[in-house]
C-alpha cells in the first residue's frame, strides 16, 4: 500500500523560508512522477510543481523562481523548498505520486494523495 507522509509545515513571515518533504512508501519511486498541490480556503485545488522520474520539474507560473520541488531517489523523498513566501502561499500543502503527466497538472494522473500539511505565512 502506498504511503506519503507530509512533514515541514508551518507558519512563517511573509519573505521568509519554509521547506516541506515528503516521504513514500510502499511503491517503487523511481519510476514514479511526484509533486505538490495545494488548496486554500474558498480556493481551488492547483498543483504546485511536478518532477517527474527523470528530474523534469514544471511550476505553476505564480511560483515560478521562488520554489524549488527535489527529489532523493536514495531516501524516497521529495521536497518543495519555498522561498520568499507570500501571504497567498497560505494553504495546505498535500503530496502526491502518479503518472508522468501529473508535472503538468493533468489531476487525473494523480493516484495518490497525501494527508497534506498546513503552510500559513503571515504578513
Known amino acids: 500500500q502506498v504511503h506519503l507522509v507530509e512533514s515541514g509545515g508551518g507558519l512563517v513571515q511573509a519573505g521568509g523560508s519554509l521547506s516541506v518533504s515528503c516521504a513514500a512508501s510502499?511503491?517503487?519511486?523511481?519510476?514514479?512522477?511526484m509533486g505538490w498541490y495545494r488548496q486554500a480556503p474558498g480556493k481551488q485545488r492547483e498543483l504546485v510543481a511536478g518532477?517527474?522520474?527523470?528530474?523534469?520539474?514544471n511550476y505553476a507560473d505564480s511560483v515560478k523562481g521562488r520554489f524549488t520541488i527535489s527529489r532523493d531517489n536514495a531516501k524516497n523523498t521529495v521536497t518543495l523548498q519555498m522561498n520568499n513566501l507570500k501571504p497567498e502561499d497560505t494553504a495546505v500543502y498535500y503530496c502526491?505520486?502518479?503518472?508522468?503527466?501529473?508535472?503538468?497538472?493533468?489531476?487525473?494522473?494523480?493516484?495518490?494523495w497525501g494527508q497534506g500539511t498546513q503552510v500559513t505565512v503571515s504578513t
Open positions: 510502499g511503491m517503487s519511486f523511481t519510476d514514479r512522477a
Open positions: 518532477i517527474n522520474s527523470g528530474d523534469s520539474t
Open positions: 502526491v505520486t502518479g503518472r508522468q503527466g501529473l508535472r503538468f497538472g493533468f489531476e487525473s494522473a494523480v493516484e495518490y
